[in-house]
Nanobody, 124 residues
Framework: QVQLQESGGGSVQAGGSLRLSCAAS????????MGWYRQIPGKQRELVAS????????NYAGSVKGRFTISTDSSKKTGYLQMDNLKPEDTAVYYC?????????????????WGQGTQVTVSS
């Protein structure tokens, strides 16, 4: 079974920084994409940033480009979202998501896995 353990959320004043972490564990053969999403109550979940751990390509929402940075560690199984110059409109629950190849016995299946979410609150 695969788990994503998120950490690093909290409260900060506008202009401050936070770093979110997402540690993946379990029967993971490889991670093809790692992403961070956020959701405000009553609104759809939106993509904040994504990363291809193998090629290193990244993608950012326009609202966070230049302020947020997505990365992974050398194992490629822990991801980070460095959030700088935070704004009140960044307040949301942030979710880590991976698209990965998982091994069940002798078979490998592609699956999507989500973290439990972590609250980020930015005050003005």
């Amino acid at each position: 079974q695969v788990q994503l353990q998120e950490s690093g959320g909290g409260s900060v004043q506008a202009g401050g920084s936070l770093r979110l972490s997402c540690a993946a564990s379990g029967n993971i053969v490889s991670i093809t994409t790692m992403g961070w999403y956020r959701q405000i109550p009553g609104k759809q979940r939106e993509l904040v940033a994504s990363l291809n751990p193998v090629g290193g390509s990244t993608n950012y929402a326009g609202s966070v480009k230049g302020r947020f940075t997505i990365s992974t560690d050398s194992s490629k199984k822990t991801g980070y979202l460095q959030m700088d110059n935070l704004k009140p409109e960044d307040t949301a629950v942030y979710y880590c998501q991976i698209a990965a190849n998982l091994q069940y016995g002798k078979t490998i299946y592609p699956e999507e896995v989500w973290g439990q979410g972590t609250q980020v609150t930015v005050s003005s």
